[in-house]
């Protein structure tokens, strides 16, 4: 697994993880990796250190760190493209991994979802080929 510090033309800073290396480039020259706050397309890898995945069971856990960096005074019309996307996605909780194991699947509809999924949760999907976005802690918050 890959974890790559990534920054859009707009200078939005934010982490993506990739099966390898090739899986990014090819994500990358089909447009498929695009900035969570702004949408754009046009992403340079960022220089960063290495994270090593040493295998489970050695090291516990960590929490991960917000994703996106949002500046203090949030523009409103950014504001108000996250309420839209908000406003279409259904909050399924702590069953967000269940849910997206269900559709990448076909077991159920594919549909907009938002939820919390555990670190381990997390690097299961993305194992899988199941594609998720880490949201900005921004979203935690009621959205003014």
Same mark, same amino acid.
């Given at each position: 697994?890959?974890?790559?510090?990534?920054?859009?033309?707009?200078?939005?800073?934010?982490?993506?993880?990739?099966?390898?290396?090739?899986?990014?480039?090819g994500q990358l020259l089909a447009n498929l990796v695009q900035c969570p706050v702004c949408g754009s397309a046009?992403?340079?890898?960022?220089?960063?250190?290495?994270?090593?995945?040493?295998?489970?069971?050695?090291?516990?856990?960590?929490?991960?760190? &917000?994703?996106?960096? *949002?500046?203090?005074?949030?523009?409103?019309?950014?504001?108000?493209? =996250?309420?839209? +996307? %908000?406003?279409?996605?259904?909050?399924?909780?702590?069953?967000?991994?269940?849910?997206?194991?269900?559709?990448?699947?076909?077991?159920?509809?594919?549909?907009?979802?938002?939820?919390?999924?555990? &670190?381990?949760?997390? *690097?299961?999907?993305l194992e899988e080929g199941i594609l998720i976005l880490? =949201?900005?802690? +921004? %979203?935690?918050?009621?959205?003014?």
């Amino acid at each position: 697994m890959k974890v790559l510090d990534l920054q859009c033309a707009q200078a939005h800073r934010f982490e993506g993880w990739f099966a390898s290396e090739d899986e990014f480039q090819g994500q990358l020259l089909a447009n498929l990796v695009q900035c969570p706050v702004c949408g754009s397309a046009h992403i340079t890898k960022r220089l960063s250190a290495p994270r090593l995945n040493l295998g489970a069971g050695r090291f516990p856990l960590a929490a991960p760190e &917000p994703v996106v960096q *949002l500046p203090s005074e949030f523009p409103a019309e950014q504001l108000r493209l =996250l309420r839209q +996307i %908000l406003a279409r996605t259904e909050n399924v909780g702590e069953r967000f991994a269940e849910e997206a194991r269900s559709m990448h699947y076909g077991e159920k509809p594919e549909r907009s979802i938002l939820g919390q999924a555990s &670190p381990a949760q997390t *690097l299961e999907l993305l194992e899988e080929g199941i594609l998720i976005l880490p =949201l900005p802690d +921004i %979203l935690k918050e009621p959205l003014h």
